[in-house]
């Protein structure tokens, strides 16, 4: 398939520093799941299309990357909303969560693939159970995702990770490289030393990512504190966790000296705003990460804790907060925002031709329409992009080469099917739970 | 007009205490521009209706009221965004705003209007120059309104009052009570004494609300405490301003005794959480002021400091902000944020049957579509209506008991020409102020 969009105001995205580039009057063209060109019309090779999409009044754009989610959770939606943590995992989440069958699983995995595609969401990265499932369901629907089998391990018995480590055996760069797999021990609090050091060599021996949770909360760093006698970062240095490619999610209980641990082994933090704030976790210091020159990244977080799919409210909220709360309004600039909900995503996740539309890339990539009056007048692209766009002016969403969605329209899924089978599942999970 | 909705499901709306009602296939009745009947379609008395809308599958709810912008600021949008206040003050909008004229200010209104129906507010409170022809504009429109003349006054002349006074006695209560003025001294720092008083005088003899800038930023309060002695809400009881209904923008930097002081006057707090951290303002101790039982609403502010007149963002953000700065997920309920957005700002603005569904009030209304990805599934509607639902999930704003967007088209606006001319226009702004 070939494809040619013409006429469009074209940003390839950018790496965080300067500006974000604009190009006018563009084109841009998809060879496969590759883009061919993407820059001035008027300098645009011939190219033969299957298919030629006038871009005319909208913005061609990097898709987004969800760089931490847990996309079933979007049965959970909502679920214990306004609890205290330890009150909203064990009375709320835990119990819901024992009632999952492999068919929930892919009904509560396509909601969420279909809500972050109609929202301009082409990858994500992943942390949950029944996780072939998922593999399967992201096999069918189209997305890019980099899935991890959740490690929890409290008895040494390292189970968790032999499945784990199966599933990336299996899947790891199939789909036409669409699907990886990363190790994903929970977090340093629900894992046993053991299991952690295992987790360590295993990835470095089979050269896979590591995601895991990290300081989300002041419990989870005191707890830390008192079982291993420092704080995470070091605690995970210690373990042999940071020589591997990391995806760390949350970070918002981190000291200078976390900091640096994490820069100096290049570590990417997923920065989940809206959920730190919605379970009283707080705010990570993202301005000062960004200055320290570590690797930041956006995630939504799962849905329970969210309550949506909307990484464009991150992308708002990640500068704004870090100027609330610095009281400095130049941290944080456009560009580095953009970077965190693209490209930053793209090399954490592994793909090193991602996240940028530029000769070579993948080609994944949304639409803006522009002819909005949120978007009107347009005399500053850059900061109406981050602070005034809606995720509902996405038009069309393109994932490695092909369009999942168009004006309201799936080419994957069938949504008011899916709605209909969403809503029962989740009625099904709380009726299995009320006759446990 | 006669108009039907059944098929919905129905909230009237919330006082701020306890859960947000639903009613489940409900049936609302409008005569004219009031509400005849809401509640259980089972029970609804027979109404003969020029026009039955099919609610199936949509939430029926008060519009919301933003209760706290400077519409045409539009026209203003990105302008020196991520600079320090004072030169995005002085270097960005103050010379952008010296090259208003009144055909502008029309346009950029619409276009705020435009985007404020879109996204389903259906009132604004607004303080702002050129107001006649604002409520000119919003005669057209057909939206709601409280409007206030910016009284800035340096030099002891009132003159800014003087005008504020004529378009008051011309325009309150006019266009079927949709267009109400208040008297708006901007704050206590671009005003004198002399014509504070002269304020808290003539809104008393007049009957007029006030609205007002309070506290926004520390260099506001430094500088009352300064210049007055105390701070501003003390000042402001000091000068009589108090004695009548007063809404106060911001109110960021209050201690108790600030809190205690708009209590006992019944002052209202418009709240503009996204405007305060972009322009790195700070956070209002909004969770105190509410356990205090002050009165608080929700604003998005000038579009140049937010940088849209979508107010669902501050819907999300007011809780959110709130959990994640004081590490407490239980403050701000969704009943308390859902106030803040309808009836504390119709009360704000005057209207005692307004902001609530309920026979009798003003048919000031919205349907929002609940078949989408982020509402489904449908197993806690409050918070997926605080926490998960777009602007864009608006498929019907109403106004007046008359129906001003559906379904992306405007009754009252032409958006193609709209969008053209605001373009053209913010340009020439901008052309203006590169010639002056």
New interface residues.
């Given amino acids: 398939m070939r494809t040619r969009i013409t006429h469009v105001i074209l940003t390839p995205g950018v790496d965080g520093e300067g500006q974000i580039p604009f190009i006018e009057n563009a084109e841009v063209q998809v060879d496969g799941n590759l883009i061919a060109y993407a820059g001035p019309m008027e300098s645009a090779p011939f190219f033969a299309a299957d298919e030629t999409i006038d871009g005319t009044g909208r913005l061609c754009m990097p898709g987004l990357i969800n760089l931490h989610t847990h996309t079933p959770m979007?049965?959970l939606?909502?679920?214990g909303?306004?609890?205290?943590?330890d009150d909203?995992l064990h009375k709320a989440i835990f119990p819901l969560e024992k009632q999952w069958d492999e068919g929930l699983i892919r009904t509560a995995t396509d909601?969420?693939c279909?809500?972050m595609l109609?929202f301009g969401t082409t990858s994500f990265n992943d942390m949950y159970f029944y996780t072939n499932a998922m593999a399967e369901t992201v096999r069918d629907n189209g997305m890019r995702a980099l899935l991890g089998h959740g490690i929890v391990d409290f008895d040494e018995s390292c189970a968790d990770m032999v499945e784990g480590v199966a599933m990336a055996e299996k899947w790891n760069r199939t789909c036409n490289d669409r699907i990886r797999f990363s190790l994903a021990p929970h977090s340093e609090g629900a894992t046993t030393p053991k299991l952690i050091r295992k987790v360590a060599d295993t990835a470095k021996q089979m050269g896979l990512p590591i995601h895991i949770h990290v300081s989300e909360t002041?419990f989870d760093l005191q707890g830390c504190l008192k079982r291993r006698g420092v704080t995470p970062p070091a605690y995970l240095e210690q373990m042999g966790i940071l020589d591997s490619p990391v995806i760390a999610a949350h970070c918002v209980w981190f000291n200078d000296a976390d900091i640096e641990i994490f820069r100096k082994h290049g570590v990417t933090i997923a920065h989940n705003p809206?959920s730190?704030?919605?379970?009283?976790?707080?705010?990570a210091p993202i301005a000062k990460m960004l200055k320290a020159e570590c690797k930041v990244a956006l995630g939504t977080d799962g849905v329970a804790s969210?309550?949506?799919?909307?990484l464009w409210?991150e992308l708002?909220?990640m500068?704004?907060?870090q100027?609330?709360?610095?009281?400095?309004?130049?941290v944080v600039?456009?560009a580095q925002t953009l970077a965190a909900a693209t490209v930053a995503g793209a090399k954490a996740m592994g793909y090193d031709r991602l996240g940028l539309l530029r000769q070579g890339y993948l080609a994944d990539l949304i639409l803006l329409d522009l002819?909005?009056?949120?978007m009107?007048?347009?005399?500053?692209l850059?900061?109406?992009l981050i602070?005034?766009a809606?995720?509902?002016d996405v038009c069309l969403t393109m994932v490695d080469g092909k369009v999942l969605y168009r004006n309201g329209q799936f080419t994957t899924l069938d949504?008011?099917d899916?709605?209909r089978r969403?809503?029962a599942?989740?009625?099904e999970m709380?009726r299995r739970l009320a006759n446990a």
Same sequence: chains 1, 2.
């Fill in positions: 979007t049965f939606r909502s679920v909303a306004d609890l205290t943590l909203w909601l969420g279909m809500e109609r002041d809206v730190n704030l919605k379970l009283a976790s707080g705010i969210n309550n949506n799919l909307n409210e708002k909220l500068p704004m907060l100027k609330g709360t610095t009281l400095d309004p130049t600039t456009p002819n909005t009056p949120q009107t007048p347009r005399t500053d850059e900061s109406n602070y005034s809606q995720g509902s949504p008011a899916l709605l969403a809503q599942g989740a009625l709380r």
